[in-house]
């Protein structure tokens, strides 16, 4: 298995421009294709393609790519960064995961003089990062409580910021191309181009059948280091 950026370029070279493609029964020619690229940070689009018919329709491919063995779908993330994946209500759902573990909190040391688990001895907890992942990991996780609409959201990413949302594809600013619309769940990196538009699912279709998990993580400090 290639690594997450040449997955990428794999699936982006499947479509040169000038050159066509089939989907869903129509045909089209390749227009653009490329990684698009906000001002700063990430979006959710891998890969942008935009494909025009003989009758003149335009058609935006925008595909999320994901590796079957990746565990993570968001680490050490920020409240920003929480707020643009959840929305308005990112503070109420961060809440609702942490009460639903709270006693896993209160079990817990903050402080370790001797080794316990996988924690060493003179550890000191200075917090926990909020991570997102497609599976369970540790006693301090559990599943999100989310509408289908939200999960929906969050892998397409209706709630980036607008800098994210429009970014830029080959030095163009393309409104919401960083919104993805297809997904891709790839584990073989001989992939043609048929492959890969058969293997592509619609995310607001996709995201109805996934259960996003959430994992606390700590971070320590060893006071006893130099």
């Not at 329709?57 to 409240?79: G, H, P």
């Not at 939200?150 to 080959?170: C, M, P, R, T, W």
Request: some cysteine; glycine content about 8%; overall charge positive.
């Amino acid at each position: 298995m290639p690594d997450f950026i040449n997955t990428e370029h794999c699936v982006e070279k499947l479509f040169p421009v000038g050159t066509t493609f089939s989907f869903e029964g129509k045909k089209y020619q390749v227009a653009l294709c490329g990684k698009p690229r906000p001002a700063r940070g990430e979006c959710k689009t891998d890969v942008y393609i935009k494909g025009i018919a003989s009758d003149g329709e335009a058609r935006e491919i925008k595909i999320s790519v994901k590796q079957k063995n990746a565990d993570f779908l968001e680490n050490k993330m920020s409240f920003d960064r929480a707020c643009e994946i959840f929305g308005k209500d990112a503070s109420g759902i961060i809440k609702q995961c942490l009460l639903s573990i709270q006693d896993s909190f209160v079990a817990d040391n903050l402080v370790y003089f001797e080794k316990k688990g996988k924690t060493g001895a003179h550890t000191m907890k200075l917090g926990w990062k909020f991570e997102l992942l497609n599976k369970l990991s540790g006693e301090k996780s559990g599943a999100l409580k989310l509408t289908e609409e939200q999960k929906y959201d969050i892998f397409a990413g209706i709630n980036l910021s607008e800098n994210k949302k429009n970014s830029s594809v080959n030095g163009q600013i393309i409104k919401n191309s960083g919104v993805a619309n297809y997904i891709l769940n790839i584990d073989d990196e001989n992939l043609t181009q048929d492959t890969c538009l058969k293997m592509l699912q619609p995310i607001e279709e996709y995201a109805k059948f996934q259960t996003i998990y959430f994992a606390c993580k700590a971070l320590n400090y060893r006071f006893d280091r130099r």
